[in-house]
């Protein structure tokens, strides 16, 4: 069974610039979410979708962050425009359900963004 | 305020020994409590969960313990091995549905040979 997958694994920007993140969860998995983990810290809910469908971006900054998961499979994030605080492993996972405090989440590699 | 801890940044053992790592929460009920381990440059991978009405839970050389009067869990690692060395987080659902997960700081754990 094929992993979460992300790409690009880098990307180093200058700020004000835009960059967008793309996610391809496990196939079959209704739930994806997108994390932000700053260095030495642990991972920070950005969005959950289930489905298509949003069910959770409170701590998503929505002036200059938005995502999005066309027909319920692949996800995209964007960071427009970015800041220097924005530096930071985007992480992506997904699981079966998302219905659940008990499912096990899957994550992908991640991509690790500088902002210069 | 909502908080999840872990009680150390980071934690030196000698190859062999038991890691016992700690997940504390505060103003959180949470019905399952979820051990990840994460190594450097890559995502974390799930271990271990615990529901609220376990006690303890164990695989193989790992064990954890949920005690929901002290809102804390414990994450033991016997015999541990160099191997073992990587950093450990604690994530819980606030929701209770599978909603609005929060992780914990992690803790980096070193195996010393």
């Known amino acids: 069974e094929a992993g979460v997958a992300q790409s690009p694994r880098y990307k180093i920007i200058e700020k004000r610039q835009s960059v967008a993140f793309w996610c391809n969860p496990i196939s079959g998995h209704a739930t994806l979410y997108w994390y932000q983990q700053i260095l030495g810290q642990g991972p920070k809910l950005l969005i959950q979708f289930q489905n298509n469908g949003v069910v959770d971006d409170s701590q998503l900054p929505k002036d200059r962050f938005s995502a999005e998961r066309l027909k319920g499979v692949d996800s995209t994030l964007k960071i427009q425009p970015a800041k220097l605080e924005d530096s930071a492993v985007y992480l992506c996972?997904?699981?079966?359900?998302?219905?659940?405090?008990?499912?096990?989440?899957?994550f992908g590699p991640g991509t690790r963004l500088l902002v210069l | 305020s909502q908080k999840i801890e872990q009680n150390s940044e980071a934690l030196n053992i000698q190859e062999g020994k038991t890691a016992t790592l700690t997940c504390n929460y505060t103003n959180y009920s949470p019905a399952y409590l979820q051990w990840y381990r994460q190594d450097p440059g890559r995502g974390p991978v799930f271990l271990l969960l615990?529901?609220?009405?376990?006690k303890e839970k164990r695989k193989e050389r790992l064990k954890v313990t949920f005690d929901t009067t002290l809102k804390q869990s414990l994450f033991h690692i016997t015999a541990s091995q160099p191997a073992d060395s990587a950093t450990y987080l604690c994530?819980?659902?606030?929701?209770?549905?599978?909603?609005?997960?929060?992780f914990g700081p992690g803790t980096r754990l070193s195996v010393l040979p």
């Open positions: 615990i529901r609220e009405n376990e």
């Open positions: 994530a819980l659902d606030k929701t209770g549905y599978g909603q609005n997960f929060v």
């Open positions: 996972a997904s699981s079966l359900f998302g219905t659940s405090g008990g499912e096990t989440q899957y």
